[in-house]
């Protein structure tokens, strides 16, 4: 490993940001609008999009840890001197922007089995461009960074990105939706092609503004030693990385059970689904300011004692709100900050965890002699998929298990008592477990201390000697 060419900069976290701003750009349509894209513009039987919905999911699943071995086993055979990842970033910028428009576009040509051939492929086509250009955007951290404040700082970079990135795009999509019509292709197309263009910017912004400052010094002939097995030897030798891999999956599943079943929470048990609007308006500043004083709070405390406080401070919020609930009835005007509070605290787990997968990394050098930066980031991103899927899934089951009756909400009348019980069990008690499931992660299963870091940095040293 050679020594770092300079200091983490200004123009390196600003350009890390761009990353995930220029990335969000196109990814957060695929959240927000998509259903609304097959359903209503395409008619797609929901029966065959379910179909396709299932195959898409498997290949979103596998393609993050393949992308990333590839990357890592590409580097060890060419060593290419431009870098490990930033060549990466350099091909997919055009290609996510590319597939970005296609998907939104060229299924509307199409009617019939035609249509859904074209979209299958589209989709397809775009999910690997954007895997081609998230992994080594997130897998750059680790080398960009050498310290847990350097860390932090490009992990809060990246939550600042992701922000804007995801806030974009939701203020003038709806208006052209609205323009032309939710049913009108027009401005689906329109809208598509402006945030992938708004994405193509500042995707080559985080190409141009970023650098690799570790850069590995592996020689071409290891090439034949980095497999896509490898990442199996990694859950056996290294336990921060099965902690990280157990936080990504509960940490997802709390967020997604939650956003999956908000609308019922206000509609159903606090009776104003109008409220979300002023719920998300609380969200944002308390994430700001999250990501504004974390990288001081890591100077101070430690990065991993940040990690582990936040996230028991947020689920005793979880439980201590869940708990007045079930005794009381409170006002909508409670609920918001209180939850807002518990899901703000233990989402400083999700800000900081990309500073975490880099000292994973380092770690899994020191004990496997082997830097697979790919590898282990495609994988960690693997088990947030699996969180998403379970939060997703498990949450409309659960909506049929506490029997939500849909006849009742079409005519205005309350659910059940029992089911308003499950509602709050489901949104407050939930996430609290799993917020607890992560903190327990890191606090029973890491094992890096400041005697391992010193470790892993007279490693470092013996290799750049």
Not at 213 to 224: I, M, Y
Not at 263 to 275: A, W
Not at 441 to 448: D, E, G, P, R
Request: aromatic share 12%.
């Amino acid at each position: 490993m050679s020594e770092p060419k300079n200091r983490l900069t200004v123009k390196h976290k600003v350009g890390y940001a761009m990353g995930d701003l220029g990335g969000c750009m196109t990814f957060a349509l695929m959240g927000a609008y998509v259903t609304r894209y097959y359903v209503n513009v395409l008619k797609v039987d929901t029966v065959i999009l379910a179909t396709l919905l299932l195959v898409w999911n498997i290949w979103d699943a596998v393609n993050d840890p393949l992308m990333g071995a590839l990357m890592d086993k590409m580097f060890a055979k060419h060593h290419n001197p431009k870098g490990k990842f930033r060549p990466w970033l350099l091909r997919a910028t055009p290609l996510l922007a590319i597939t970005a428009i296609a998907f939104w576009t060229v299924p509307t040509f199409f009617k019939g089995t035609a249509m859904l051939v074209v979209l299958f492929f589209c989709k397809i086509l775009y999910e690997g461009c954007y895997t081609m250009f998230n992994i080594p955007m997130g897998s750059m951290l680790s080398a960009m960074a050498d310290t847990d404040q350097e860390r932090a700082a490009l992990s809060s970079a990246r939550g600042f990105g992701s922000l804007i990135g995801n806030i974009l795009p939701m203020v003038f999509f709806p208006m052209l939706l609205s323009k032309y019509g939710d049913t009108n292709a027009i401005g689906y197309g329109i809208g598509a092609a402006v945030c992938a263009a708004i994405g193509f910017v500042f995707c080559f912004l985080h190409y141009y503004w970023t650098e690799e400052r570790n850069v590995s010094d592996t020689p071409a002939d290891a090439a034949d030693n980095i497999k896509f097995t490898d990442i199996l030897s990694v859950f056996k030798r290294n336990r921060p990385f099965v902690a990280l891999c157990i936080h990504g999956i509960c940490i997802c599943t709390m967020q997604y059970v939650g956003s999956t079943l908000g609308t019922y929470m206000y509609s159903d048990v606090l009776g104003n689904i109008g409220m979300m609007a002023m719920a998300s308006l609380l969200a944002m500043p308390i994430g700001l300011i999250s990501l504004a004083i974390c990288p001081a709070l890591t100077k101070k405390f430690g990065l991993m004692n940040l990690v582990r406080t936040c996230l028991l401070i947020g689920a005793a919020l979880y439980a201590g709100l869940f708990a007045v609930m079930m005794v009381t009835q409170i006002s909508v005007w409670v609920y918001i900050p209180w939850s807002a509070l518990a899901q703000g605290i233990a989402g400083v787990s999700i800000y900081m965890q990309w500073g975490m997968v880099g000292e994973v990394i380092d770690y899994n050098e020191m004990v496997t002699d082997k830097r697979t930066e790919g590898s282990i980031y495609g994988t960690f991103n693997l088990t947030r998929r699996i969180g998403q899927t379970i939060g997703n899934s498990a949450a409309v089951l659960a909506l049929g298990w506490i029997g939500y009756d849909t006849a009742l909400a079409d005519a205005g009348l309350a659910q059940s008592a029992g089911t308003l019980a499950g509602i709050k069990v489901l949104c407050i008690l939930i996430p609290a477990i799993f917020v607890l499931g992560s903190w327990a992660a890191f606090k029973f299963i890491w094992n890096i201390t400041p005697e391992t870091k010193a470790q892993m940095a007279a490693y470092k040293a013996s290799k750049e000697a």
